[in-house]
């Protein structure tokens, strides 16, 4: 689940903390790398740099979806089996 994301506009940009902590800059590179699960990951200006709740950090190229959509399917699953137990119940 995706706590935060943050879009990597270029070094004159402010990082947050999450960030500082998850990346760096190598010498001639106009690239971000990130320290992911995988090992480390370049990120380009445009790209978005997001962190779950574990605390793994990845690189996306679209925004990627926070927690409250993963919520609304769950909460949405949860009623979907309430109501068949309810009609199985009923029959």
Known sequence: MIVKSWKFTGFKSTFPDWVKENT???GGSDKLWVH???GEVSANEGEYIAI??????DVYETKPEGWVKEIVT????AVLI???IIFMLAW
Do not use: N, P
């Not at 769950?74 to 699953?77: D, E, L, Q």
């Open 24 to 26: 760096s800059k190598r």
């Open 36 to 38: 992911t699960q995988m």
């Open 74 to 77: 769950g909460i949405v699953f």
């Open 52 to 57: 779950t709740l574990r605390g793994h950090v």
């Open 82 to 84: 309430i109501s068949l």
